[in-house]
């Protein structure tokens, strides 16, 4: 009863980004990876952290406040310093910043919320880039050395491109242009609600109805069926990125292809991609066995 409590707790807590391009964007699921959490589908320093000390935490403090229940909080520790275990940052899969997750349309700004509280002039840093192919096609960043005190929205406009198909972000409470960089103090960052080009003012706007396909049984041990929803399914793909933002499985479908085998796939939550010659759509999976 407790593992059945556990799996329909995160079932409800992902219905609210269920169409979301960015991947936990209100980083309301985490992971536990031995001793710490980390952010869904996002890897951060506290991978090289042995404890008690840990850079990226979940919070309670979160804006809007009518949405979920938690934000990302983000820390430096320069005692810890020049270990990576002592800089706060993470990013979409894991560093350094690649194409980690799809998306579609054609984005124009990155926009989301968040707190700073700087010391030893540590100024704080949000990345976001575009591939096509895997070469970079676009790029945003905002960052300031400004204490903000209260939840703050920003917007960081996207530079001209003509098309995408994979972005990555990352978010650092230092300047961190590379992986020589160094935090200046133990400055603290919280961010909450990512999006693409508007705001997330309520949950209304988060939640969505993939009208593309559903995954069922969900959570699903050995095959997980796929229903496919007045889509022309010709030229079909199929792609599965684990936690990390790694892809663990790709496929191009059948035409009525209804059962897909995840036998090989480890016990976790995943993320489902399904691609069409005019339609990309993401889906979030469960394997429990």
């Known amino acids: 009863m407790k593992k059945f409590t556990i799996i329909l707790t995160v079932l409800i807590a992902m219905t609210i980004t269920t169409n979301a391009q960015i991947p936990n964007s209100g980083f309301e699921n985490w992971t536990t990876v031995g001793n710490y959490q980390d952010p869904t589908f996002w890897g951060s320093t506290n991978t090289y952290s042995t404890g008690p000390f840990y850079a990226v935490t979940k919070s309670t403090d979160h804006y809007p406040v009518t949405v979920g229940d938690y934000s990302v909080r983000i820390e430096n520790n320069t005692a810890l310093s020049p270990n990576y275990s002592g800089r706060g940052y993470l990013s979409t899969g894991h560093p350094p910043p690649g194409p980690n997750f799809p998306t579609t349309g054609h984005p124009t700004s990155l926009t989301g919320y968040y707190k700073f509280a700087p010391l030893n002039a540590d100024t704080m840093l949000i990345q976001i880039q575009l591939y096509k192919n895997g070469a970079p096609v676009s790029y945003g960043e905002f960052s300031t050395p400004d204490t903000t005190s209260s939840w703050t929205s920003f917007n960081i406009p996207l530079s ?96 009525n292809q209804q059962e897909i085998n995840i036998g090989n796939l480890n016990n976790g939550i995943y993320l489902v991609t399904i691609k069409t010659k005019n339609l990309t759509e993401n889906q979030r999976l469960i394997i429990q066995r």
Request: aromatic letters at 12%; a negative charge; proline letters at 3%.
């Open 160 to 255: 001209n491109y003509l098309e995408a198909d994979y972005g990555s972000i990352f978010i650092a409470a230092y300047y961190a242009t590379d992986f020589n960089s160094l935090p200046r103090g133990n400055s603290v960052l919280y961010v909450d609600n990512l999006n693409f080009d508007n705001l997330i003012n309520s949950i209304s706007e988060q939640t969505s109805e993939s009208t593309a396909f559903s995954l069922y049984p969900n959570p699903a041990s050995d095959i997980v069926k796929l229903n496919i929803n007045e889509v022309d399914n010709e030229e079909l793909s199929l792609t599965i990125y684990n936690i990390a933002g790694t892809l663990v499985k790709s496929e191009t479908l059948k035409q």
